[in-house]
């Protein structure tokens, strides 16, 4: 059964930085692509970043560029989101999702991921 799960969300005053991981339970998670998505209340689900499965292809969202970047080590199964110079608007509910029909590319829409993970909440003060 694969298992996605999210950790590393928290509180943090605008201008901070938290650094979120989601660690895989795969054999072959070099094998997938993964995706961050985020959804703060009353809004839809939508995609900050992704990672191919090799690393090499990585895409943001505007509202992100400049201020995440998105890696992930294959050897430990996880893939991080280290967010910088954070924002009120940023505070939402962090999902990571994966998917081996991405092979070489990843996209920051959600349908073609498969798995998911149950959230991290992460909230900015201003």
């Known amino acids: 059964e694969v298992q996605l799960v999210e950790s590393g969300g928290g509180l943090v005053q605008a201008g901070g930085s938290l650094r979120l991981s989601c660690a895989a339970s795969?054999?072959?998670?070099?094998?997938?692509?993964i995706g961050w998505f985020r959804q703060a209340p009353g809004k839809e689900r939508e995609g900050v970043s992704c990672?191919?499965?090799?690393?090499?292809?990585?895409y943001y969202a505007d509202s992100v560029k400049g201020r995440f970047t998105i890696s992930r080590d294959n050897a430990k199964n996880t893939v991080y989101l280290q967010m910088s110079s954070l924002k009120p608007e940023d505070t939402a509910v962090y999902f990571c999702?994966?998917?081996?029909?991405?092979?070489?590319?990843?996209?920051?829409?959600?349908?073609?991921?498969?798995?998911w993970g149950q959230g991290t909440q992460v909230t900015v003060s201003s």
């Open positions: 795969v054999f072959t998670f070099d094998a997938y692509a």
């Open positions: 990672i191919s499965n090799s690393g090499a292809s990585t």
């Open positions: 999702a994966m998917t081996r029909s991405l092979l070489g590319l990843c996209v920051l829409f959600p349908a073609p991921y498969d798995y």
